[in-house]
């Protein structure tokens, strides 16, 4: 099956300053990647993800960037805000298989 | 639109007692997922359904652990007997076809077995 490593497992930036967060995948026929953003006690909630067609996706003050060559996707978010601190966890699937491989997460402070 | 609908929210039980835990998906949505997350094992993959038809359930840790999905809007995630190793925060997910679609998750259920 599908192996996700996510680094690091905690990130802690300056207000303002741009927060990177790293996902390496075993299966290079992995074609799905999303991230999730779980503020504390809350869900697990969609904030981007990239298919292997596109190898950079924005969203306002985040971006996605998916190298299939190397096999890793990196989580960008830019002006961070004291409302981005969360646990992040990225993610990724193959062409038939309905599940997702999730990162061990990255907990993400941002300071005042 | 109602998102994924769980309950109980919270759950405190003794060892020994059944655990029921239920959800309904969002609507129109054919593939069910159950998610156990705790601070040491991560969000751990317990059970998925496509179609209403258990996929995978390699991720159910022993047979104290069963689920259903007898139609296309209810699931349950039963344990029983519980134990205190089973405390966790328990979230159920939908999407829609399943492979390489977004996965929504449910608010969740904490269960708290003493």
């Known amino acids: 099956g599908e192996n996700v490593e996510q680094h690091p497992s905690t990130l802690s930036v300056q207000e303002g300053d741009s927060a990177v967060i790293k996902c390496t995948y075993s299966?290079?026929?992995?074609?799905?990647f999303p991230w999730y953003k779980q503020e504390l006690g809350k869900r697990p909630q969609l904030i981007i993800d990239?298919?292997?067609?596109?190898g950079e996706k924005k969203d306002q003050r985040i971006a996605v960037t998916l190298n299939k060559t190397a096999k890793h996707f990196s989580l960008h978010i830019t002006e961070t805000q004291p409302e981005d601190s969360a646990v992040y966890f990225c993610a990724a699937s193959w062409p038939g298989d309905y599940k997702l491989s999730f990162g061990a997460g990255t907990t993400v402070t941002v300071r005042a | 639109d109602a998102g994924v609908i769980q309950s109980p929210r919270h759950e405190v039980t003794e060892m020994g007692q059944e655990v029921t835990l239920r959800c309904k998906p969002i609507?129109?949505?054919?593939?069910l997922f159950w998610y156990r997350q705790t601070m040491m094992r991560g969000l751990e993959l317990l059970i998925y359904f496509n179609n209403n038809v258990p996929i995978d359930d390699s991720g159910m840790p022993e047979d104290r652990f069963s689920a259903k999905m007898p139609n296309a809007s209810f699931s349950t995630l039963k344990i029983q007997p519980s134990e205190p190793r089973d405390s966790a925060v328990y979230f159920c997910?939908?999407?829609?076809?399943?492979?390489?679609?977004?996965?929504?998750f449910g608010p969740g259920t904490r269960l708290l077995v003493l």
């Open positions: 997910a939908s999407s829609f076809e399943g492979a390489g679609e977004t996965q929504y």
């Open positions: 990239i298919r292997s067609n596109v």
């Open positions: 299966d290079s026929a992995s074609n799905y």
């Open positions: 609507s129109g949505h054919n593939s």
